[in-house]
């Protein structure tokens, strides 16, 4: 009966996957065998060292790319049989990303770059700008609508880009380094914040780092090494104090 419940709250199941890549004459395994499931809601952090597999794990649930061997099945679905088509429509609709780097566009001001996703996105296009504006003041940015990307600071940017995620109503929030460009304190707040607002709004999360004091805010860590899982684990510095920060983050990016 475990079993059949696990299967049940599974949004994510991961079977066997692999990845190699061909350089010349010579095959790279950048994944090799890993395999694991991601609950409903649940806040998973992917990490280990440079080249263990981390962002090409996250590229192939994210359907940029396509496995060598193995399954990706989202919620009861295999994205690994998708065709290219099929693949946007999954990015589209069950899926969205917050990037190292944020990929605003330099020339909209916060809204628009939240406006133009959700113009890409929904069906219906109705209450855009409401959405847009709903979601910025969410991460704190109600004041900071009209600005440009190159008025906001570092942490900022985050949060436009988390917004912009957001906005999107995805069932799974892919994020990917998201302190790589911030400072220890900043890049501790935007994950704080990300934690808060899934947790709210029932979203599942992967999101790859390489920063172990992150690992407070996750619910279970997946540690990665030379492409295969080393460790799974629950995060037993998750407390009390914790959630104290997580519901404070967002006023200190």
């Known amino acids: 009966m475990s ?3 696990e299967e049940l709250n599974s949004v994510i199941k991961i079977s066997n996957l692999s990845k190699h890549y061909k350089l010349g004459d010579v095959s790279i395994c950048a994944l090799d065998n ?16 440079s080249g263990s597999g981390k962002t090409t794990l996250i590229n192939l649930i994210g359907g940029i790319d396509h496995p060598t061997n193995g399954s990706i099945e989202i919620m009861g679905e295999d994205i690994a049989q998708y065709s290219d088509k099929e693949l946007t429509l999954y990015r589209k609709k069950r899926l969205a990303f917050v990037f190292q780097f944020y990929s605003l566009i330099p020339t909209l001001t916060a809204r628009e770059n939240v406006e133009l996703t959700l113009e890409l996105t929904l069906r219906k296009r109705r209450n855009i700008s409401k959405i847009a504006e709903e979601h910025l003041t969410l991460v704190g940015l109600e004041n ?9 600071s570092g942490g900022e940017r985050q949060r436009v880009a988390i917004a912009r995620a957001l906005a999107k109503s995805p069932d799974i929030l892919l994020v990917d380094e998201p302190t790589g460009q911030l400072d220890q304190k900043t890049g501790d707040s935007g994950v704080s914040l990300i934690r808060k607002i899934a947790k709210e709004k029932k979203k599942t999360v992967l999101l790859v780092t390489h920063d172990h004091e992150l690992e407070c805010y996750a619910d279970r860590v997946i540690r990665l090494r030379s492409g295969q899982i080393i460790a799974d684990e629950i995060d037993s510095l998750m407390t009390n104090n914790t959630e104290g920060l997580v519901s404070n983050g967002a006023a200190n990016i």
């Not at 900071?144 to 906001?152: E, G």
């Open 3 to 5: 079993n059949l419940n």
């Open 34 to 49: 890993v395999s694991f499931s991601v609950d409903s809601g649940e806040m998973v952090f992917i990490m280990g060292p």
């Open 144 to 152: 900071r609508m009209d600005n440009f990307p190159f008025q906001l």
